[in-house]
């Protein structure tokens, strides 16, 4: 089973400033394999990014995905109030999908 | 645009077995894709525990396989969530969500529309 550690655990940042979250994974991920979600209190995830690098529709274009291999990054180059929220990254692997722990991004 | 809405008891006691179901609106089941469900306990990440092709084939997280059945009824544009032999650790959002597996391109694979969720907790 792939593991995904994120990073940092939280994020404290004021609002118009970048965010750069981190995804490392225990063994190699395809890219195309690998997506980005946002979560909200008392919301389901939001899929923001897949495909590593693909904003999904709808989705502002300051959200940003890169990375490949086992490294892979999700940036947001300048946070709006509404962007306050939890982050997930995920892969799929060997018929078996998993989520990393999340990263918090919260208000300074 | 597609919907999805899980229902199902939001009370199961220990021991017994947990059923969700998810219906599909905006899109049929039998045209294709196949269709997860996601769990996350209060206060913690998610969790994937299986998934289904609109043919009926499943693939299951190992942890859970031995007490996880999914199933699909393409004439209700429903799937459906069994969990065997509960306990208090499957307190959790259920979530239902589509899975998109192209079979073009990038081949990307990805869960792009979820249902809003419900929560199950399990207790006597």
């Known amino acids: 089973e792939i593991v995904l550690t994120q990073s940092p655990g939280t994020l404290s940042l004021s609002p118009g400033e970048r965010a750069t979250l981190s995804c490392r994974a225990s063994?190699?991920?395809?890219?195309?394999?690998l997506a980005w979600f946002q979560q909200k209190p008392g919301q389901a995830p939001r899929l923001l990014i897949f495909?590593?690098?693909s904003r999904a529709t709808g989705i502002p274009d300051r959200f940003s995905g890169s990375g490949s291999g086992t490294d892979f990054t999700l940036t947001i180059s300048r946070l709006e109030p509404e962007d306050f929220a939890v982050y997930y990254c995920q892969q799929y692997g060997s018929s078996l999908w998993t989520f990393g722990q999340g990263t918090k991004v919260e208000i300074k | 645009q597609v919907q999805l809405q899980e229902s199902g008891p939001g009370l199961v006691k220990p021991s017994e077995t947990l059923s969700l179901t998810c219906t599909v609106s905006g899109y049929s089941i039998s045209s294709g894709y196949y269709w997860g469900w996601i769990r996350q306990p209060p206060g913690k990440g998610l969790e994937w525990i299986g998934s289904?092709?609109?043919?009926?084939?499943?693939y299951y997280n190992p942890s859970l396989k031995s007490r996880v059945t999914i199933s699909v009824d393409t004439s209700k544009n429903q799937f459906s969530l069994k969990l065997s032999s509960v306990t208090a650790a499957d307190t959790a959002v259920y979530y239902c969500?589509?899975?998109?597996?192209?079979?073009?391109?990038?081949?990307?694979?990805?869960?792009?529309?979820w249902g809003k969720g419900t929560t199950v907790t399990v207790s006597s």
């Open positions: 969500a589509r899975e998109i597996h192209e079979d073009y391109g990038d081949y990307n694979y990805y869960m792009d529309v």
């Open positions: 289904i092709y609109h043919s009926g084939s499943t």
């Open positions: 063994q190699s991920v395809s890219s195309s394999y």
């Open positions: 495909g590593a690098s």
